[in-house]
């Protein structure tokens, strides 16, 4: 099977369209490397070449299967040149009209079975395909940077695409290495378009002041197991990229509240702080590292409380008290409240209760508990009361976050909005469950998919979240997906597909 790649001079499209042919020259497949560039290609087989001695250098693979890769690369100076191919991919710059020109160029060169795929990651398919003569055989891949290290490939089916061509792409990414998802041809795609719940509804707790950056991060990271925070991640994407991709992919969802940005999100692009690139975004760095980052812990000198009353009996609550050998119980007047709400933030949990929302301290056990407590008390709270939790909670061993009052704390928002997206994705058919859970952990090291983390949550428990925020907030940003109202109202599992 011969491959070709065409590629302009941006780097990271270069980049991207050398890992696609590294990946596939080791897979033993024949590339065949165009470069509209004079000795564009023949400068890429040369870097190919460097990166796959340097895996033989590294121990990776062996002197024989590097010989092989090599020998499977050939530059080429002519599109003509790609005349006997089974397949070619593009790998230009994002750019409608070049990308519609080089297809009509591909199609009158190759043959009728050759297929024809793009490597993008914003541009619609079909409306590349519509210029084609023969539709059925254009389909997207959207490989993910740096290729050689990402398995994940997004396969994307266009309205004309037929299912041999999906096929025969499958068994090609295979033939790579690669990791394949079938994806319809919608804004985004999947990974672009699953990834925003993440960062942008870090983005607007940060907005609301609940928390600051730093917070949010630790939250994710110690009490969801997420690698990096959103704020950390858009500092390794590049502010201005996630913001841009952000507004692609909420106006081509013809500005669903659910996948909108905040003000703050503009703000930092327009700032120019876009990251580790730039040594500074949400935090600063040096040499690719953060340098001088503040903590998300809470700080305090307050004595332990030795002495709780619960709002309402919660098993979860006593078996934290045991540990912390704080005793529970009736409430004295003047001791601490306790309550574990889902969904509700400490005024309405207040009252809904009937506890004095001066001494109530709302502590989220929704999440991992053993590294981080995340708590948070209402407006008015009496601050003495929610430090001497804190105390007690040091002093079992635990960092705390004290955020502002928020519906749904923080790991409960983020992750019932990442799940809600995923079934709305699945709701519409982008991809199946599965697809969308292996493609967010492959591309964006979520620790649990979508799905994974709605039934961890629980079906009944995510929708009250997220019914709790609509209804608390007001915004239809929190609505419900269809998807998951029907499962949770059957008791079914929330991966069972249509």
């Excluded at 590629?7 to 042919?21: E, F, K, L, N």
């Excluded at 490397?33 to 121990?59: N, P, S, T, Y």
């Excluded at 649990?448 to 709790?468: H, N, S, T, V, Y």
Aim: aromatic share 6%; hydrophobic share 40%.
């Amino acid at each position: 099977l011969h491959l070709s790649l065409r590629r302009q001079r941006q780097m990271c499209i270069r980049d991207r369209g050398q890992g696609i042919a590294q990946v596939s020259a080791q897979g033993g497949l024949k590339v065949l490397v165009f470069d509209a560039r004079e000795g564009g290609g023949a400068a890429a087989v040369v870097q190919i070449g460097k990166r796959i001695d340097r895996l033989v250098e590294k121990g990776r693979i062996g002197d024989d299967d590097a010989a092989k890769a090599k020998a499977n690369l050939q530059a080429v100076d002519k599109l003509d040149a790609l005349a006997g191919c089974d397949a070619v991919i593009e790998a230009v710059f994002e750019d409608y009209d070049v990308k519609a020109k080089l297809f009509k160029e591909i199609e009158a060169i190759v043959s009728k079975d050759c297929i024809i795929a793009s490597n993008t990651s914003s541009i619609p398919i079909s409306s590349i395909a519509r210029n084609c003569e023969k539709r059925d055989r254009v389909a997207g891949l959207h490989f993910f940077n740096p290729v050689p290290l990402m398995k994940l490939v997004e396969i994307i089916k266009a309205a004309e695409t037929n299912d041999e061509t999906v096929a025969v792409l499958v068994e090609l990414c295979k033939r790579m290495t690669r990791v394949p998802v079938t994806v319809a041809d919608m804004p985004g795609f999947l990974v672009n378009l699953g990834g925003r719940a993440f960062s942008t509804e870090g983005l607007r707790i940060a907005h609301e002041s609940v928390a600051r950056p730093e917070q949010i991060d630790a939250i994710m990271r110690d009490c969801r197991g997420f690698r990096m925070g959103p704020f950390e991640l858009m500092d390794l994407i590049g502010n201005e990229v996630s913001f841009t991709v952000s507004g692609i992919v909420y106006n081509g969802y013809m500005q669903d509240p659910r996948i909108k940005t905040s003000p703050n999100h503009e703000s930092i692009a327009n700032s120019g702080k876009f990251g580790r690139k730039t040594g500074v975004g949400w935090y600063k760095y040096a040499d690719g590292k953060k340098v001088d980052a503040p903590s998300g812990d809470h700080a305090t000198n307050a004595a332990p409380a030795s002495k709780v009353a619960l709002a309402e009996a919660d098993d979860g609550l006593n078996a934290l008290c045991k540990e912390f050998e704080i005793t529970v119980g009736k409430d004295d007047g003047s001791c601490p409240i306790l309550a574990a709400p889902f969904g509700d933030d400490a005024t309405h949990t207040a009252l809904r209760t009937g506890a004095d929302y001066t001494r109530l301290v709302c502590i989220d056990l929704s999440c991992d508990t053993s590294k981080r407590l995340t708590i948070m008390t209402a407006p008015g709270a009496d601050p003495s009361i929610g430090n001497s939790v804190v105390a007690a909670a040091n002093a079992a061993g635990r960092a705390v976050t004290m955020i502002g009052d928020s519906p749904g704390f923080i790991a409960q928002r983020i992750t019932a909005m990442i799940a809600n997206l995923g079934c709305y994705m699945a709701e519409v058919s982008l991809a199946t469950p599965e697809d969308i859970d292996l493609a967010l952990k492959l591309g964006l090291n979520y620790p649990l998919g979508p799905f994974e983390l709605a039934a961890d949550l629980g079906p009944k428990r995510c929708l009250q979240i997220l019914e709790r925020m609509q209804a608390i907030t007001g915004e239809d940003r929190y609505r419900p997906t269809t998807w998951l109202k029907r499962r949770a109202a059957l008791d079914l599992p929330i991966n069972l597909p249509h």
